[in-house]
């Protein structure tokens, strides 16, 4: 019988090895997994297992990567209804501010409520930072500190805690004086009692506006208490001064 491997010229054909012995290596190697390795089981039910596995396992991890994802989407979707519920409510103060039906004698007495109290809080940030007094010279430059200078926002938060202020008042007593401040002028205490007895049944019953009705109540009831008067006082500082200049 004449073999299949050539030896012409010292050479040997390795593709002949290959083919003739390939197949005996393979059932070989099968066998001895099967009964050494894996004796008594199906190999190819373990291999096609641990295929199983595998791909269970990748699943797994696209699973957890979808979850990190939606978690992510979730919040964005939440902090960006957040944001739109705000812009509403700014543009609903807005509308409100615009649409008062006041006189104006009593716009020029709510409006000096109101700066009365933004000078007053723009005043006691600055007497609990006096390091800071030539890098916050105005409210607006308090609002915009607060939020990227931490101890600027906490005492921020003390003074507002202290008067029984929140943020959304802060926003309706900012967005009336931007709204009037160019054309209101301030009355003394002495004047607004002459012309009206009850400011606070005047707002209640003209302000429909939630958010713009308790800013301006509370801003009365600041200075009824008397803590911006005396507060002012203690500065040696007439309104005159303070009051910043917002007409032509």
């Known amino acids: 019988m004449k073999s299949k491997v050539s030896r012409g010229h010292g050479k040997w054909e390795p593709v ?3 083919t003739k012995y390939l197949p005996k290596f393979d059932r070989y190697f099968y066998n001895l997994l099967e009964s050494q390795v894996y004796p008594g089981l199906n190999l190819p039910l373990i291999l096609q297992s641990c295929r199983v596995d595998n791909k269970l396992q990748a699943l797994e991890i696209q699973f957890k990567e979808l979850d990190i994802t939606k978690d992510k989407l979730a919040q964005q979707f939440e902090q960006h209804s957040k944001t739109l519920a705000s812009q ?15 006189t104006s004698m009593e716009l020029n007495i709510l409006y000096s409520y109101v700066i009365e109290v933004l000078i007053c809080l723009h005043i006691q940030v600055l007497q609990k930072l ?3 007094v030539r890098n916050l010279p105005t409210l607006a430059s308090v609002l915009r500190r607060k939020v990227k200078n931490k101890h600027v926002k906490i005492v921020w938060e003390s003074v507002l805690e202290e008067y029984g202020l929140q943020e959304r008042d802060v ?6 004086f931007i709204a009037h401040g160019n054309k209101a002028e301030h009355y003394a205490a002495n004047v607004r009692q002459m012309y009206i007895k009850d400011v606070t049944f005047m707002i209640t019953n003209m302000v429909k506006n939630k958010a ?15 803590k911006v008067v005396r507060t002012i006082e203690n500065q040696r500082a007439s309104l005159k001064e303070l009051i910043p200049s917002t007409k032509n």
């Open 88 to 102: 509403a409510a700014q543009d609903e103060i807005w509308t409100a501010v615009l649409a008062l039906g006041f």
């Open 212 to 226: 713009l009705q308790d800013g301006l109540l509370r801003a009365v009831q600041v200075i009824e208490k008397g």
């Open 171 to 176: 926003t309706a007593l900012c967005t009336f």
């Open 16 to 18: 002949h090895i290959l």
């Open 130 to 132: 006096p390091e800071m």
